[in-house]
Nanobody, 125 residues
Framework: QVRLMESGGGSVHAGGSLTLSCEAS????????MGWFRQTPGKEREGVAV????????GYADSVKGRFTISRDNAKKTLYLQMDSLKPEDTAMYYC??????????????????WGQGTQVTVSS
């Protein structure tokens, strides 16, 4: 079983930055694909960014490319999402998730069986 806990959310003005963290309790953290997803009331869950097991490969939703950076520190069992140039449409509850699957770079939530509780990001105009 994997336990995940996000932190770092908050309120920021458009153009600002936030860094989200996700701390994992897992014996074999480095075997998991990790991802960040977000959800707004009334909308479907959206894949934001994904990262491979040792962090050398990443994938991003088109809406955040060039603005968000996903990274991981396997020694600390921590996943990060650096968010720059934030826009009001980035407002959402952000969740980190872990998956054991052969291909890490799909933004689909298929295979992500472990989820954190979420951290709220609010971007004002």
């Amino acid at each position: 079983q994997v336990r995940l806990m996000e932190s770092g959310g908050g309120s920021v003005h458009a153009g600002g930055s936030l860094t989200l963290s996700c701390e994992a309790s897992a014996t074999t953290y480095s075997i998991y694909c990790m991802g960040w997803f977000r959800q707004t009331p009334g909308k479907e869950r959206e894949g934001v960014a994904v990262i491979s097991q040792i962090g050398v490969s990443t994938g991003y939703a088109d809406s955040v490319k060039g603005r968000f950076t996903i990274s991981r520190d396997n020694a600390k069992k921590t996943l990060y999402l650096q968010m720059d140039s934030l826009k009001p449409e980035d407002t959402a509850m952000y969740y980190c998730a872990a998956a054991i699957r052969g291909y890490c770079l799909s933004l689909s939530s298929d295979g992500y069986n472990y989820w954190g509780q979420g951290t709220q990001v609010t971007v004002s105009s």
